[in-house]
């Protein structure tokens, strides 16, 4: 079955910062995008920005959308409360969501984690060192124990998140910091993956080992049949005696 994927990206670095508009001419939401219709198995991808019409995340695109990738920084309070709300229903209903690097403070990550999700970081450029801490996990697949990103912005922890459903990486830094860096979830029918790597003013999201977590993340995180919901006031399926209330 196909997935059908939108990559959605604020879209403001690379308006603003001539290096990152050099080291992603078309954006971070392009690099993603040709990464999954390189790596992933049998996906159809488009892509949405914070500029466009209702950020083009209408009723109409999401419906559409089997899984969400999304990348944010600077504007994520740009983002319409009507909007998130959207996203967020619609991972309730079943769709994927994979908010990478600082998606994680993005309005729908934080309203489906129901925390601050806030960190400690460091910029300036140190190398990553990400450990597949669940080696079973099908987001692992096709990846050696570890992988190194050469130059990167830190995170560490305490991270106020949720206890994660699984944690498929953790990251050491040169610094001396580890952190949760891939964390799978599941709210309502939906799933969620939140991977940390992705700033930027690196040039990450053209690693093979980072389209490779992408690639797995989607499949992943791709709606299942599962069993109907039924939800609300509903018909006793078999009769009820009521004389013991008499």
């Known amino acids: 079955m196909t997935i059908r994927v939108t990559v959605w990206n604020e879209n403001v670095h690379e308006q603003e910062s001539e290096s990152v508009a050099e080291r992603y001419p078309e954006g971070i939401h392009g690099a993603v995008a040709a990464g999954l219709e390189e790596d992933a198995v049998d996906v159809e991808v488009r892509t949405a920005t914070l500029q466009e019409p209702e950020h083009g995340l209408t009723e109409d695109v999401l419906a559409e959308t089997d899984v969400l990738v999304w990348w944010s920084h600077c504007a994520n309070h740009e983002v319409e409360d009507d909007v998130a709300g959207r996203v967020v229903d619609r ?91 891939g964390l799978c979830y599941r709210r309502g029918r939906g799933r969620i993956f939140a991977f940390r790597p992705g700033h930027e003013e690196y040039p990450i999201f053209y690693q093979d080992e980072v389209k490779q977590v992408i690639a797995n993340a989607v499949e992943w995180a791709a709606p299942t049949e599962g069993a109907e919901a039924v939800w609300g006031e509903s018909e006793p399926i078999e009769s009820i005696d009521s004389s013991a209330d008499e």
């Open 91 to 181: 991972v309730h209903e079943g769709m994927g969501f994979v908010p990478l690097h600082s998606g994680k403070n993005s309005k729908p990550f934080k309203r489906l984690m129901g925390t601050t999700c806030n960190i400690k970081y460091r910029h300036g450029g140190e190398t990553e060192r990400i450990w597949v801490a669940d080696p079973g996990h099908p987001i692992a697949d096709g990846l050696e124990g570890f992988f190194e990103i050469p130059s990167t912005e830190m995170y560490g922890e305490p991270y106020d998140v949720p206890e994660p459903d699984r944690t498929v990486f953790i990251s050491w830094f040169e610094g001396g910091e580890v952190f949760r860096s």
